[in-house]
Every structure is written in structure tokens, then in C-alpha cells.
């Protein structure tokens, strides 16, 4: 079992998507989506700031994992697709990557990853698309802008800068077992960034 621990940056609803029963990390981390088997946990924590750095936003189990073109095609996961004139919920889907049947090209629909004219944003789909997966959870916390601070003794084993790093397992057991105490299961608080809908340009 592996534990892979990151910083969520940009929190608005798109990476990971906590929306609906099943929480989704369809884009970004390329090395954690390529190396996540069935069973691995992803926790994603604040930036450093002044007090509030490594404060948990999510904790998700990997329950499923899907190639692009399975996401894109599962009707379990239509919701998860961008509709750009609906809520900002349906803004903010992830299911955008699949291929053209005919000529095998990486299709990318228009989303927060796509540039402003719903053009594709070739930084983002190269990124996205090299993590070959989507990890999908129905098994998770996700705090949002209720982030929660952490037993203090398990805080810096979370600590991390850019990237991402693999967690040793007794402390993410442990972490996991505080979670299963004091909280319920899935959607707990909304995105911290979640007021307005952006599109993201793949570099800032």
C-alpha cells in the first residue's frame, strides 16, 4: 500500500473533484495517478502561509482507477463533465480528456484546464494526459476551506514543498484512523476557491 501526500495549490473544485459521490483526480499530479493502485490513499495539504501550512483539504482512497477514455465513456461519471453554461459545480467537471476514435488525438473539452475561448491549452493537456489515470474514490474527506489542522505530531510528516512524497505508512495510518474517529465521510466543507469560475493557464 502506498500513501502519496502533495500540496493543493489552487483549490476550486477541479483537482481533486469532490462533487457527487465519488471524489475524482482526473488532472495535475501526473506521478501520483500513474503510480496509485487500488487501495493507495492521496492526501492533499495547504501551501505554507504564515500558521496555516500543512492543514489537510482532502483524504481519498483510491477505489477506482479508470484510463481517460473509460472515464470519458463510464455513465457513471457523465455528471463529471463540463457543462459551461450550468453551475459552478458543472463548471468545474473533470471528465474532459478522450481520444478521436479516427485519429487517436487527445481531445480536450472545454474546462477550467482549456484556454479562454474553449480552445485547447496544450501545456495543461500534456501534463494532464502524461498520468495515463484517473483515481477515483468513494471512500474520502474532503475539507476544502474547512482545511483541519492535524495531530500535531503527525503535521510534519506531511510537510512538502513542490511535488509530492510518499507518506510512511505508520503515519498515515494513523492519520486515517483520526479521520475515521472524528469525521464523516465525503463532501465536509466546498472549495476554498470556489466563488467564481477560472480557467487555468497551465504555468501560474
Same mark, same amino acid.
Given at each position: ?39 493507495? #490513499? ?29 472515464? #470519458? ?6 455528471? $463529471? ?24 488525438? #487527445? ?25 495515463? %489515470? ?22 510534519? $510528516? ?12 505508520? %503515519? ?5 484512523? #483520526? ?26
Amino acid at each position: 500500500m502506498k500513501y502519496f501526500s502533495y500540496v493543493v495549490a489552487r483549490d476550486f473544485g477541479f483537482a481533486p473533484n469532490p462533487f457527487g459521490q465519488h471524489c475524482t483526480l482526473a488532472t495535475c499530479k501526473p506521478i501520483i495517478r500513474r503510480n496509485s493502485e487500488l487501495g493507495d #490513499w492521496v492526501f492533499g495539504i495547504t501551501p505554507k502561509a504564515k500558521d496555516k501550512g500543512n492543514r489537510l483539504v482532502f483524504a481519498m482512497k483510491v477505489t477506482q482507477k479508470m484510463t481517460f477514455d473509460e472515464y #470519458w465513456a463510464s455513465p457513471e461519471f457523465q455528471y $463529471k463533465k463540463p457543462v459551461m453554461n450550468g453551475s459552478l459545480k458543472q463548471l468545474y467537471g473533470d471528465n474532459i480528456y478522450h481520444k478521436n476514435k479516427d485519429t487517436d488525438v #487527445w481531445i480536450q473539452e472545454d474546462s477550467h484546464h482549456s484556454k479562454d475561448n474553449g480552445e485547447t491549452n496544450y501545456e495543461n493537456l500534456k501534463r494532464d494526459v502524461s498520468g495515463q %489515470y484517473v483515481l477515483i474514490s468513494d471512500y474520502f474527506y474532503y475539507f476544502g476551506k474547512l482545511n483541519v489542522e492535524m495531530p500535531f505530531l503527525l503535521k510534519t $510528516k506531511f510537510s512538502i514543498g513542490i511535488g509530492q512524497k510518499q507518506v510512511k505508512e505508520e %503515519y498515515a495510518l494513523k492519520l486515517i484512523e #483520526w479521520l475515521y474517529s472524528n469525521y464523516e465521510k465525503g463532501l465536509i466543507g466546498v472549495p476554498l476557491l470556489f466563488t467564481n469560475f477560472q480557467r487555468y493557464d497551465g504555468v501560474s
